[in-house]
């Protein structure tokens, strides 16, 4: 049977198909599809996971312990795995293991556009590397013969456009993997020094080995047509290169590390003019360079963003792109904001009132530092805003600290906030923290997390209770608020900014866009209003701006009732 899959999906099926039995993430766009995918195969235990490197950390465990595993997770994600995976390719498998990384070129959902083809260099373990959904499928299925066969992790690699593009995948039935039989292995699986030592000797015979058995793998593919151009690619652009280039001849790589390097010379000894195309960094030019051939890349080619057919056309042909049909009206720009009814949006407006000093992190409520909110003064990494906090405390002082705030959310405090609050707590900081407690994990569509009380399959679990966490690793003053009760959150924030401890707020509302939000009706603007223009420092997309005043847009408009309670002259009314 054939069916349209994305490729996240596709993914999911191949590990279904492969016997994985353990999946472990944490979901970060493009790839949280893949274990939410793999939660509806009742046969896959599947969790999330309060971070990537306890999930990948998972995956190790089961896969130790002879059972197939996965993780998946974005680019940057991949950064906070890395001591597990570095460490995982001395001591191998036992069943196999894959873990999936989605790059985002263009970074339409990052705060960096890294290549994580470096990782697989640096860790020295083969990656894999799909064009569509059918190779998706495909190569996890591999990738699984390969991890066990050489004893290593195996990366595979997509981007958002592989992630979340969708093509025909060919179904097949599960192949059953029965856990295999676990063996005490102090050798294998202590990596102290003594055992790291001849580890090191084993990974990098393996990486020859896997060379050489990359130099025939069904992985790769040639396509000889016309030999005045030849282009060596993988991934998504193939697919960009194909279109671009239709007569020319491909080499198409679909395990990027390590090369095969007996094959690329074969190739380029054929080809005319020899060109890389590939995404981000000159990760393949480089090594073919490495090898004395003479190859064009990014001579001619962008380092930043994502490629197109039209983009490869005008950079090695000249040719330029037809510009279409165009529109004379000057289109208004639409960037992202926090929907109607945001939980996120009282603490901002509340921040921005107050004009502190914001230490922000990755979130639906980093649009917190958009106009006219503009209440985010930095943005690093998960769990930074803290830490960074407690930075900018001891090289200011402490009347710096009387006027800033660190914010972040329930899920991101629980993915690595909880260690930087124990430093400031142990290292006599007298900060004040935000957990912005939505309920869920919001910007990457409503994941369960630790401290919503279900598992990704909906079950019901034991909840974290954020309050008596904060207070565990010494936090004395912690209070919770409705950031939508604003005035009384402004009291309750001055409180906190005046204490000399550090101390937590936790700003506890549902998402918007879950039902026990409990949103009914909409509002709408009286004849009373004064047009103070009170309201649209809210920048609620549901409220605009007209000649005659601020009008509220009843189809985008929930009721949250936040408009009501911020308008001094009762000009504003649920109705």
Known sequence: MKKLMLGNEAVARGAYEAGVSVASSYPGTPSTEITEFIAKYDEIYSEWAPNEKVAVEVASGAAIAGGRALSAMKHVGLNVAADPLFTMSYIGVNGGLVLCVADDPGMHSSQNEQDSRNYAIGAKVPMLEPSDSS?????????????????????????????????EVELYEREERPAKEYKKDVAK???????????????????????EFNNSSDLNRVEMNDTKIGIITAGIAYQYAREAFPN???????????????????FAAKVDTLYVI??????????????????????????????????????????????????EETIPVRPPVMCPGCSHRGVFYVLNKLKLTVSGDIGCYSLGSAKPLDSMDSIICMGASISALHGMEKAQGREFAKKSVGVLGDST?????????????????????????????????????????????????????????????????????????????EKVLREHLA??????????????????????????????????????????PAISMTASGPVIDETLCNGCGLCVNICKFGAIVKK
């Open 135 to 167: 190779e998706c499928r495909d190569f996890v299925k591999k990738a699984y013969e390969i991890s066990e066969e050489f004893d290593t992790p195996v990366l595979l690699r997509l981007t958002t456009r592989v992630a979340h593009s969708q093509s």
């Open 189 to 211: 699986h202590v990596m102290v020094p003594a055992n790291a030592r001849p580890k090191h000797v084993f990974v990098e015979k393996r990486m020859a080995a896997l060379a």
């Open 248 to 266: 020319a001849s491909f080499l198409k790589l679909g395990m990027i590390n390590p090369l095969p390097e007996s094959l690329i010379r074969d």
């Open 278 to 327: 590939e995404e981000l960094d000159p990760v393949l030019e480089r090594q073919i360079r490495a090898m004395g051939i003479s190859v064009h890349g990014k001579d001619l080619l962008p380092l930043i963003g994502e490629y197109s057919a039209a983009l490869l056309r005008e950079k090695i042909l000249g040719e330029k792109a037809d510009p279409g049909f165009s529109v």
């Open 413 to 489: 405090f629980l993915h690595s906030g909880i260690t930087g609050l124990i430093d400031m707590v142990y290292n006599k900081g007298t900060s004040t923290v935000i957990i912005l407690d939505n309920s869920i994990t919001g910007m990457t569509g409503h994941q369960e997390n630790p401290a919503t009380g279900f598992t990704i399959k909906g079950e019901p679990t034991r909840q974290v209770d954020l309050e008596k966490l904060c207070h565990a690793v010494g936090i004395d003053k912690v209070t919770v608020a409705d950031p939508f009760d604003v005035e009384n959150f």
């Open 499 to 540: 204490a000399e401890e550090p101390t937590v707020i936790i700003a506890q509302r549902p998402c918007a866009l879950l039902k026990k939000a409990g949103y009914t009706g909409c509002c709408e603007i009286t004849d009373s209003c004064k047009n103070c223009k009170m309201c649209m420092k809210l920048g609620c």
